[in-house]
């Protein structure tokens, strides 16, 4: 993936948004970011999109901007010189599409069909709309097209909302999922920020979906390992499960460390459901990581460590 691309598959979830007054476009934009979610896709289906992704270029940077609803070169011209990064078609229109891929535009052109997938992937595509993703047979549907595609990914937007937003991003092959539910056209249009950042915040919350896994215990030796294990065990009734280099207790949920592992009080692990999302979120916060610690399995990371501790503990992710 180019970086426009990876950086739209690190932010997972793009707001699609219908703007009639410009002069809130800036405003908007400060609260998608405030929210974790600093993208937009801004649909040219009003006359205000151009000045709007205009303005959100100029005065908010961190913003990656694209045009939605991109139908005619005038307006793949018009999208190009406001300054947007990426551009999206509902459908597929060749002539269209290799109009903008001339102009060496990120454009992803709304499929619906393997056949337009194919068209596309003939073109160079290597990521497309899927549109309307839930009339069309949602995720489902990818699932069952997805297999002779192998390096072709989707961004599915109509009926993607916070309660099957998941479904979606579980599947790997999504590269992130467009959707309104937290910027509806009622709430731009009362200026309701406060709420906007509030629901972009609850739909990154969810995507992540961050949850402890294990706390880590450090000990001096393998002997006082075995003494704290046997102390919960006595007073819970956990099992423990000797392991090499560990004990671990409750289900798993605590491990005891046979000798000082990482962090001056041991470590505590934080599953996530993406982890390289997890990572690019956090970095975007001023989080710092320990690059020394990346796990990798099949080329995909699985764990790594934050730089610094949080209460004497060492925090890594890791993925669920």
Not at 40 to 49: K, P
Request: charged residues 20%.
């Amino acid at each position: 993936m180019n970086d426009v691309l990876q950086k739209i598959y690190e932010i997972g979830i793009i707001p699609v948004i219908a703007i009639n007054d410009a002069d809130k476009a800036v405003p908007l934009a400060k609260a998608l970011v405030a929210g974790g979610l600093p993208a937009a896709e801004v649909t040219f289906r009003t006359e205000a999109a151009e000045e709007a992704i205009k303005r959100i270029v100029a005065e908010v940077p961190e913003m990656l901007v694209g045009a939605g609803t991109v139908l005619t070169k005038d307006q793949v011209d018009r999208a190009q010189a406001a300054g947007s990064k990426f551009m999206v078609s509902p459908g597929f229109n060749p002539e269209i599409t290799k109009y903008a891929l001339s102009k060496g535009i990120n454009f992803m052109p709304g499929t619906a069909t393997p056949g337009e997938m194919e068209q596309a992937m003939s073109m160079g595509l290597d990521a497309v709309k899927f549109f309307p993703a839930e009339q069309n047979g949602g995720v489902a549907k990818l699932k069952a097209v997805a297999g002779p595609y192998k390096n072709l990914r989707w961004m599915p937007t109509g009926g993607v909302n916070a309660k099957n937003l998941m479904d979606y991003l579980s599947f790997d092959k999504i590269i992130a999922c467009g959707g309104t539910w937290m910027v509806k056209a009622d709430l731009i249009e009362a200026g309701n920020w406060d709420e906007i950042t509030r629901l972009t915040k609850e739909a990154v919350t969810n995507m992540l979906g961050f949850e402890i896994k294990h706390i880590g215990i450090n000990s001096a030796d393998e002997a006082e390992a075995t003494a704290t294990a046997a102390t919960f065990a006595s007073l819970f009734s956990f099992d423990s499960v000797a392991g090499n280099s560990s004990i671990f207790a409750a289900n798993k949920a605590i491990e005891i460390m046979k000798k000082p592992g990482r962090g001056a009080k041991g470590h505590i692990a934080v599953g996530t459901n993406t982890i390289d999302r997890a990572v690019a979120h956090l970095k975007s916060q001023g989080v710092e990581f320990d690059d020394t610690s990346r796990v990798e399995k099949n080329g995909k990371l699985v764990a790594i460590y934050l730089k610094n501790e949080v209460g004497g503990f060492a925090v890594h992710l890791v993925q669920k």
